[in-house]
């Protein structure tokens, strides 16, 4: 990797606090997780993380998500998918 790198699941508390603070919010139940990781995230990397919803299921109350990290300005380092339920 040529030098030092972040541990990956760093990322995944990364989705996990978009999901559960601003996509949907609180009252969110995170289901599962998948991920990629595409390229090594470095010290002092400034990420950007998004989530786009891709399905909704109103029987169920749950939700999936695309989900992406990205450095500022520059490539996708992690991509996956979440599921969500949505408790209130």
């Known amino acids: 990797m040529g030098g030092r790198v972040a541990h990956g699941m760093l990322i995944g508390a ?3 606090q978009l999901i559960g ?3 949907p919010g609180r ?5 599962s997780q998948s991920l990629d990781f ?3 995230v ?3 990397d400034e990420l ?3 989530g786009e919803v891709l399905a909704k299921q109103d029987a169920t109350r749950t939700i999936v998500l695309r989900t992406e990290a990205r ?4 490539d996708i380092v ?3 998918r979440a599921v969500v339920k949505v408790l209130r």
Do not use: K, N
């Open 14 to 16: 990364f989705f996990s």
């Open 21 to 23: 603070m601003h996509l």
């Open 27 to 31: 009252f969110a139940l995170h289901l």
């Open 38 to 40: 595409v390229l090594p």
């Open 42 to 44: 470095r010290a002092g």
């Open 48 to 50: 950007e993380i998004s």
């Open 71 to 74: 450095i500022v300005g520059g």
């Open 78 to 80: 992690a991509r996956g």
